[in-house]
DNA sequence: TAGATTGTTAATCGATTAACAATC
DNA sequence: TAGATTGTTAATCGATTAACAATC
């Protein structure tokens, strides 16, 4: 099956990680094979939902065995687009941004932030983790030059709609906003909030009605 | 209608604040009602949400006229909870930890982390932020004598799982968990996973379908 | 009144869960 | 063979979208 036509879920999205750190755990046991129903176990889900998952992302396995694991960590893999690597900037590098720069786990998982940007002169020409800072009248170019695609946004939000029209005007396709506030984009251009005190309220209000 | 029968939803909750800050800044503007269609032109997003979510919440309108944006701004208050001062502790005190520490949005929404763990000896006795960092053994007995009840885990993934059992342990009810790793505690508590890699993924995949 | 907007009931859609036949 | 597990089809559930009567 192409891979355009695959149904793109954001659950499945967040489930395929776990279920690889978890299959890299049992291949480095000495497994080859596992059920749907023993990883199910393991994350405390389901194993429909690990066989659904297995069917959408085109993996098989077979009946009374399971999934052959060097399979399935493949096909994870694939589906993932680990393999690719993205580029990325990110425009603000304050703590966040800051924290955001030093963070190990992009390159992992095929990105990798070449450039910062802060309206703060004193950052001009720093390096954070090994990444460039620069002013941040510097981005669209260096964006346009450069084709990146997806940006970070972690500034101020009085400062984020501005931020964001740049990265529209240079080219940006995806923008990752850290920022607390609606952003106006195009259409063709992808915004994923990361309102982290909103997902800290989910876990509020998950409580209570756990209770 | 008493809060315990209203509908816990994850999206509403996301929605809420976006809403409340377009009212603020309409209500800035002199204006004092508000039709659910101008909500939703300005976030982009169909009026039938707004009108759906407003029902949520307990808010009502009147035909014609619309909402009165004081009234919906405090139902959103009310319902979001903003209003409650939830005490939360950290451990991990890295990067990302001290920037969660450093970060002013908490206040705003109800939120102080009172106390930051670090098993890196030489932080002990730091402030950050004006949050005191202490040895991670310090951490069940003191959360357990505040009565915290939400810990954020902000440790490398290897060690995620054993800071989980110490705040169970402690009687965390709610862990906020910031390391790529699925965990294992008992089903009174609730884990929210924050995995920004995964939502950086989101935002990949979205671009490729929306091309 | 006329018409814009709410509030409500029904339809759609996608994800999860259930049931069960196929298969090794 | 017997039984565990997959693969598939159907049912459920919740959220979104649509339709429309009520109302100011």
Same mark, same amino acid.
């Given at each position: 099956?192409?891979?355009?036509?695959?149904?793109?879920?954001?659950?499945?999205?967040?489930?395929?990680?776990?279920?690889?750190?978890?299959?890299?755990?049992?291949?480095?046991?000495?497994?080859?094979?596992?059920?749907?129903?023993?990883?199910?176990?393991?994350?405390?889900?389901?194993?429909?939902? %690990?066989?659904?998952?297995?069917?959408?992302?085109?993996?098989?396995? @077979?009946?009374?065995?399971?999934?052959?694991?060097?399979?399935?960590?493949?096909?994870?893999?694939?589906?993932?687009?680990?393999?690719?690597?993205?580029?990325?900037?990110? %425009?603000?590098?304050?703590?966040?941004?800051?924290?955001?720069?030093?963070?190990?786990?992009?390159?992992?998982?095929?990105? /990798?932030?070449?450039?910062?940007?802060?309206?703060?002169?004193?950052?001009?020409?720093?390096?954070?983790?090994?990444?460039?800072?620069?002013?941040?009248?510097?981005?669209?170019?260096? %964006? /346009? @030059?450069?084709?990146?695609?997806?940006?970070?946004?972690? %500034?101020?939000?009085?400062?984020?709609?501005?931020?964001?029209?740049?990265?529209?005007?240079?080219?940006? /396709?995806?923008?990752?906003?850290?920022?607390?506030?609606?952003?106006?984009?195009?259409?063709?251009?992808?915004?994923?909030?990361?309102?982290?005190?909103?997902?800290?309220?989910?876990?509020?209000?998950?409580?209570?009605?756990?209770?």
């Amino acid at each position: 099956m192409p891979q355009s036509i695959r149904t793109f879920s954001a659950p499945l999205i967040r489930r395929l990680p776990e279920y690889h750190s978890y299959l890299e755990s049992a291949l480095s046991q000495g497994l080859t094979t596992i059920s749907s129903t023993a990883i199910a176990a393991h994350l405390n889900i389901d194993p429909i939902v %690990v066989r659904k998952d297995c069917e959408a992302i085109g993996a098989v396995g @077979r009946p009374r065995i399971g999934f052959d694991i060097p399979n399935l960590i493949a096909a994870i893999y694939e589906y993932m687009g680990w393999g690719n690597l993205d580029e990325l900037v990110i %425009v603000g590098c304050g703590s966040l941004g800051s924290a955001l720069i030093g963070y190990n786990g992009f390159k992992k998982r095929g990105f /990798k932030i070449i450039a910062g940007f802060d309206n703060d002169p004193s950052k001009a020409g720093i390096l954070i983790n090994g990444v460039s800072i620069f002013p941040i009248n510097k981005m669209v170019n260096l %964006v /346009k @030059r450069l084709h990146v695609e997806i940006g970070i946004i972690a %500034v101020p939000p009085q400062a984020a709609q501005e931020i964001a029209d740049m990265m529209v005007e240079a080219g940006i /396709k995806g923008i990752w906003n850290f920022s607390p506030c609606a952003l106006k984009v195009p259409k063709t251009v992808i915004v994923q909030q990361e309102d982290l005190i909103t997902s800290l309220v989910i876990l509020q209000k998950g409580m209570k009605h756990e209770r």
